[in-house]
Structures are given as C-alpha cells and as structure tokens.
C-alpha cells in the first residue's frame, strides 16, 4: 500500500454543508497531495480529533456526523482521560464498535495495519 497522506487540521468535504477540519486526517495518497480539490469523505481512512475540553463536542456531534458520513475509523484522544476512544463500522449515522485504548496499547489504524503507534506516544505520556 502507499503510504498515507497525513493533514493536519485542514478541511475535509463530507458533503455539500459540510466541510469539518479534523485535527489529522490520514486519507488516500494522492500525487497532488489535494491542490486539486479538498479531501472528500472517500479520500478518508482515519480521522482524528485531539479533546481538551472539547470531548463531549467531538464524540456527540462530530462522531455522528462522521459516521453519517461513513469514514470508517475515527479516534479521539481524550487528553484529560488519558485516553484514545476509537470507533469503527458506521451504520446509518452511528458507529456499531467502539473500543477505548491506554498508555500500554498500540494504536493501529484499520485501514493501515502497517503502522502502529503506542498510545503512550500519543498522549505525552511516559
């Protein structure tokens, strides 16, 4: 597989209302790298959110708009709960799976199971 384009806090379109700008996204190696146009919801293969403050935001809005718009892996790194909140399988505007990882666990995107990251790394955390 190549390898991913990686975007940070820049726009992706799900549809015609809306252009949402993630924290990361990984999507679709284009040789363009997207000057041509925004990312659209095809393009993605995770999304990821970085919550503060924000954690009930990114999870109650952002989380069924994303899955409305069937991106197929979205975490959030829930910084004040010292962990990463992954959720896969959307179905008709919800995610059917959702599981929570740790400092300990590797994070390992669905859609590139050649990369992995130790959730440590992720959250500054030793």
Known sequence: MTKPSIRVQSSVRLNDNSVPQPDVALLTFRSDFYDSGK???????????????????????????????SIAQYWIVDLAG?????????????????????????????????????????LGVD
Do not use: H, W
């Open 82 to 122: 010292n962990q990463v909140l992954r959720y896969t399988d959307p179905v008709e505007g919800a995610y059917r799976s959702s599981s929570v990882a740790r400092p300990g666990d590797v994070l390992v995107p669905r859609l590139i199971p050649s990369v992995s990251v130790p959730v440590s790394e992720v």
């Open 39 to 69: 990312p659209t919801a095809g393009d993605v293969l995770l999304l990821v959110e970085v919550a503060d403050t924000t954690l009930a935001f990114d999870r109650d809005a952002k989380g069924p708009l994303y899955a409305r718009s």
